[in-house]
């Protein structure tokens, strides 16, 4: 199992589209992978919080639809047992969770789920938690298990508590909530700035889109990252953009490699002119990545969460508030 993880992030000739290139899978000796079953963290929400407190963000209705059972609750925390974890780079593991093969994970297109890990007491015994969210990029139809894409930080609570996670192992997870409600052509263009594992929710909606032949929606991805090594899923993004005409993806990187072709720097103005739709009612930019960048581009989020005032580049160019969303 380590060994096809690994493969799943190193090696991309191993990548084999159907004619139609409508799907893209990794082939082992024991399994078949959609390419797009991992997730990734988001920098979205993280808070702590005992556990006797009630839920401190909006969970989505969980719907079993069609009679198909579905593995998450929005209001109770579900075990995962973890199957397996390959590193990804310096800095980065794949995690595999399983459960029950008949069951779906029970997410929409975008949503994110939340993790929990314990982390001390308080002085009246109640154990505290680290919660932190995670956006699915999986197909919502895959059934018994999901992925987690985890840069692992030194100080971070949650990401090191993954670190010591082994096989066998449990994770628990609520969710899941919804960020934004896609449905095919709501849009004719859509823009995307991810930074960093900001690729999570993008990839979602791109993954939703690639395999819908009826969804003619135009996507425009600008992906910044601090080097060409950062750039997470990139074998991924490239196949999908030469098989699906209407995905077009640009890098740009803060310390580009000798011969680098893409783009250097953080994410400007030209960038943005030139890659992503004009401001208009058939456009809609997504943007996700670090809190300076978020700042940089569109101006933060409000700390309940909510979308905010608009700001940064964005603004400057002409887009209002209900052209962008922040994830």
Same mark, same amino acid.
């Given at each position: 199992m380590?060994a ?5 992030? /190193?090696?991309?000739p191993?990548?084999?589209y159907?004619?139609l290139c409508g799907q893209?899978r990794?082939?082992?000796?024991k399994f ?6 991992i997730t990734a963290?988001?920098?979205?929400? =993280?808070?702590m919080?005992y ?5 401190l963000v #909006?969970l989505?209705?969980?719907?079993e639809?069609?009679g198909q059972?579905?593995?998450?609750? +929005? @209001?109770?925390?579900i075990e995962?047992?973890?199957?397996d974890?390959?590193?990804?780079? #310096?800095?980065? $593991?794949?995690y595999r969770f399983?459960?029950d093969?008949?069951e779906k994970l029970g997410?929409d297109?975008? =949503?994110c789920i939340?993790t929990?890990?314990?982390i001390?007491?308080d002085e ?7 919660a932190r =969210? ?5 197909d ?7 992925d987690l894409l985890i840069?692992?930080y030194?100080?971070g &609570?949650m990401?090191q ?5 082994k096989?066998? @192992? &449990?994770?628990e997870v609520k969710?899941p909530i919804?960020?934004?409600k896609?449905s095919?052509n709501?849009k004719?263009?859509i823009?995307?700035i991810?930074?960093? /594992?900001?690729?999570t929710p ?6 939703a889109?690639? &395999?819908n032949?009826?969804?003619i /929606?135009?996507v425009?991805?600008?992906?910044? $990252?601090?080097s060409?090594d950062?750039?997470?899923?990139k074998?991924?993004?490239d196949k999908?953009a030469a098989?699906?005409?209407n ?7 803060s310390?580009? +490699? *000798?011969g680098? *072709?893409?783009?250097?720097?953080h ?6 002119i *030139?890659?992503?739709p004009? +401001?208009?009612?058939?456009?809609l930019?997504?943007v996700?990545? +670090?809190?300076?960048?978020?700042? #940089?581009?569109?101006?933060p989020? $409000? !700390?309940?969460f ?8 964005? !603004? @400057?160019?002409?887009y209002?508030? @209900?052209m962008?969303?922040?994830?």
């Open positions: 380590a096809f993880l690994r493969r799943l992030v /190193t090696a991309a191993a990548l084999r159907n004619a893209s990794i082939e082992s000796s078949r992978f959609p390419i797009g079953t963290v988001t920098g979205g929400i =993280s808070y919080f556990a006797s407190t009630s839920n #909006h989505a209705p969980n719907c639809e069609d059972k579905v593995a998450l609750k +929005p @209001d109770k925390w995962f047992e973890l199957q974890v390959a590193r990804v780079s #310096h800095n980065t $593991n794949l399983s459960f093969p008949s997410v297109v975008a =949503s939340v929990r890990a314990p001390d007491k009246q015994g109640e154990v505290k938690y680290v =969210s995670y956006t699915p990029i999986s919502p139809e895959a059934k018994g298990y999901f840069k692992i030194p100080q &609570k990401t508590h993954f670190a010591k996670l096989p066998g @192992d &449990k994770l969710g919804r960020k934004l896609y095919p709501m004719k263009h823009g995307m991810a930074g960093g /594992t900001g690729i993008m990839l979602q909606v791109i993954d889109i690639a &395999k032949q009826d969804d /929606t135009q425009s991805l600008i992906f910044a $990252n601090v060409a950062d750039i997470l899923l074998e991924k993004l999908l098989c699906h005409p995905i077009k993806v640009f890098y740009t990187v310390n580009p +490699p *000798k680098w *072709k893409g783009g250097k720097g994410v400007s103005k030209d960038m943005i *030139k890659c992503l004009s +401001p208009g009612n058939d456009a930019i997504l996700c990545g +670090p809190p300076g960048m978020m700042k #940089h581009i569109c101006g989020k $409000n !700390k309940d909510t979308q905010g005032e608009l700001g940064g580049l964005l !603004k @400057d160019l002409g209002s508030k @209900d962008v969303f922040k994830f």
